[in-house]
């Protein structure tokens, strides 16, 4: 296998809480979001990771560059949608844009 070398660039915004029943499952979430981001990415581009909270949200993204590429891994990203259905997580995924919408702490 090749190694690819990928630019990540991250905005934290500081105290943004989850409210969720197990917080294991948000590793799960961001690691998922990553793997599908460096998954769709070439070599050297930039792959973007923010945390912020919107109102009495907090918003997970996770982008990357490749734009309208077609989904490589269509069932992972409805096993994903299903997974934040069932703990009622907002996702979104939209070309290069990964989102998830939870309830702040």
Do not use: M, W, Y
Not at 55 to 77: F, I, K, N, W, Y
């Amino acid at each position: 296998s090749r190694r690819r070398r990928l630019k990540l660039q991250s905005a934290l915004e500081p105290e943004v809480r989850v409210r969720l029943p197990d917080t294991s499952e948000l590793s799960f979430f961001i690691v998922q979001a990553l793997l599908r981001a460096f998954g769709r990415s070439e070599a050297g581009a930039e792959v973007g990771v923010s945390v912020r909270a919107e109102g009495t949200h907090a918003v997970l993204e996770v982008s990357d560059a490749a734009g309208s590429v077609p989904e490589q891994a269509p069932d992972t990203v409805a096993a994903l949608g299903l997974r934040c259905a069932q703990l009622g997580v907002e996702f979104q995924v939209r070309a290069g844009v990964c989102r998830f919408i939870f309830a702040r702490a």
